[in-house]
């Protein structure tokens, strides 16, 4: 048999239930190889001690009719943990001790899931490769000095090297996404509204939505539903009827309409990505599937409208930095000279770079030529994916336009790293959810990704189209344990 | 368009980061690619179009007035750079 920490998160659960395996045995095993694997830069900040207690008194009461019956699990450092340091990856946080939980999380230890530690990741989720964190980058356990996308990259680093069984991203505009198609697992952005934004530090809250990241779609499933729920902490949380999504999977898809998107064909995209997206197509008729052919036109104008509108909401939610209240502060000769030095030295050059794009357009003289602008655009590109629906069922597309990158080999040019969130920033701009599963290797052995975009607060159909995918494609990941 | 030194450092004072004269310059050229990038929005008309501004089409709840805060002063304190007892401390306002 496998190790427990090759397992997934529904082996796990079995095994616990059938009293094969103790809570305390899993928890270990997880943070024996995460002790092993400092190398990847995974985590901030390590819960282990403390994880073993609550393992230990899980088996001591285990209550087996939780979804997660005491399951250790890393989550990404932007969930606001009561009492545990949270640092969105940024220096200007780097002492922050919360004194609430964020929703989602809390959500999580209800059902039995116990804090193994704080996952790595972009500086306020700002980046794709996580190479804007405070803490350093983080290496994809694929190979070393490739990235692991971003901006949940210490998320999806942690579980591709079978740190945690599961863990949860944010995606504001593909940061879940992309690394788990960097990675070669596993990542559900849901539609906007359906997990609670409550206690996690915001970026732009038109966009941000938290999401499961692990190894398979029936696990995405079980963790999507002990995330998702409505929050009266969070004025645009949606209080609509939610799926038993684990139970209701089913690989049956049959008369499904499935749009192909001709703007998804970009300049530039390699063949193998063109090839992997055919394979799929395939794979979706002979589960008997119908492929229509689709256009979204206003996909290009996806990007340029995204980096308007999110810079500008995190312009304005990243105030509150200031370095009175909580966090780093530099001293300054007045309260504005602190201020500005304070977040000079607290934030790092991309952060800056996104809070000064934000100021500018909403500020006088530029607010309509800018932001209205994008506001507008958004509208269309919206109507385009509602419009699309009326025909289809869901939107198959890749999930990135190329496999994971060297660290360092985007990190000068910010516009040739914004044009990584090229397929998956339109879906958070249509508050739509979508999925990347892996589907395939390039040439490298670096896993690609294909992404299903849904109707809003239809997770259960994405889902199932990559339950029956996955069947199909059969993905096996290519890695070494090169780090240990 | 292009944006300057002077336009820049005009945002930099207006997002409350100072920056030097070597950052500014980087920040300019930086800043000059990415809005030649978005200018592409211009292509289109967007004249009769209604701006989306909110992605969860629901009215915002009322709630009930009420207290429901829990005893975190301490903590919520402790965050703080500077502090002496129920205050957050900052640099002298008033002369």
Redesign the interface.
Known sequence: MSSITELSLNEIVSNIKSKKFSSTEVTKAFIERSEKSKKLNAYVTENFSSAIDCAKKFDEKPNYELKLPGIPIAVKDLFCTNGIKTTAGSKILN???P??ESTVTQNIWQQGGILLGKLNCDEFAMGSSNETSFFGNVHNPIGENLVPGGSSGGSSAALAANLTPVTIGTDTGGSIRQPASFTGTVGLKPT??SCSRYGIVAFAS?LDQAGPMTKNVKDCAILLEVISSFD?KD??S?DFKRNNYSSELTNNIKGKKIGIPKEYRVDGMPQEIENLWKKGIEFIKDCGAEIIDISLP?T??A???Y??VAPAEA?SNL?RY????????SA??????????T??EG?GEEV??R???G??VL?SGYYDA?Y?????????I?KDFDDAYKIVDAILTPSTPSSAFKIGEKSD???SM?LNDIFTVPVN???LPGISIPAGLDKNGYPLGLQIIGKPFDEQTILNIAYSMEEKINFKNNISDWWI | MTIDLKTVKHISKLSRISVDDEKANKLAGDLNSIFSFIEKLNELNTENVEPLTSIAETTLRFREDEIKSENIREKILKNSPENNEDFFVVPKVVE
């Open positions: 002492n922050f001790i004194a609430y906007y509204g038109s009266k004025s645009t949606i206003h290009n104008y990007l340029p409208t980096y308007i312009s105030a200031d370095g009175v209240k909580y966090g780093f502060r300054g000769e007045n309260l504005i000279d602190m201020y500005e030095k977040r000079s934030f800056k770079r809070i000064m794009i100021t500018y500020s800018y209205l602008k994008a506001q507008k655009v958004r509208q269309l919206k040019d910010p516009v914004y701009l249509a508050g």
